[in-house]
Structure formats: structure tokens, C-alpha cells
């Protein structure tokens, strides 16, 4: 009987030896991923105010799109530019005379 109590005992302390040093490297290696986020985050921090501001263009790139109501605005509209644009080949020809 007596032995049997020895044999719990020293389970029970191997045991909650095995459970003690399973939280003390849990806790090792959850502070070491914590150091690693922080040291990443100060890097990333360090980085972005060494980066200069990208430099915006002066002519917006995006073309001017126009929306219709019906197809009869449409070629009013192309009509119009039609006009317009013959006029100016007609004034850029005059010009080189």
C-alpha cells in the first residue's frame, strides 16, 4: 500500500513538472513572438518615415468620362465635337499657309 502512494506521488510530481515546464515555455515563446511583432513594427514605423510622399501628377491621368441619357444626346454631342475638331484642322491648315 505504502508503495503504491509512492508511485502516485512521484507521478503526480512528474506530472506537474511536465505542466509547469510547458507554461514556462508557452510564456517563453509567446514573449518571444511578442518581442518579434514589436521589433517588425517599429522597423515597418522606421521605414515609413524614411519613404518620401510619392509626387502627384500636375494632369489628372484619368480620362473625362460622359454619361448619356438617351442615344439622341449621344451623336448630338459626337456631332458637335465633329464640327469642332474639323474646325480646328481647317485653322491649323490656314495657319501653315
Do not use: C
Amino acid at each position: 500500500m505504502a508503495e503504491t502512494i509512492l508511485w502516485y506521488i512521484l507521478l503526480l510530481a512528474i506530472g506537474a513538472g511536465v505542466v509547469f515546464t510547458y507554461g514556462i515555455a508557452d510564456d517563453l515563446l509567446h514573449r518571444w513572438r511578442l518581442r518579434k511583432k514589436m521589433k517588425k513594427k517599429l522597423e515597418t514605423e522606421n521605414h515609413r518615415t524614411v519613404k518620401a510622399e510619392p509626387v502627384q501628377p500636375a494632369v489628372s491621368a484619368k480620362p473625362v468620362v460622359r454619361g448619356y441619357d438617351s442615344r439622341d444626346l449621344f451623336w448630338e454631342d459626337a456631332l458637335i465635337r465633329i464640327r469642332e475638331v474639323r474646325r480646328e484642322i481647317a485653322a491649323d491648315l490656314k495657319k501653315e499657309d
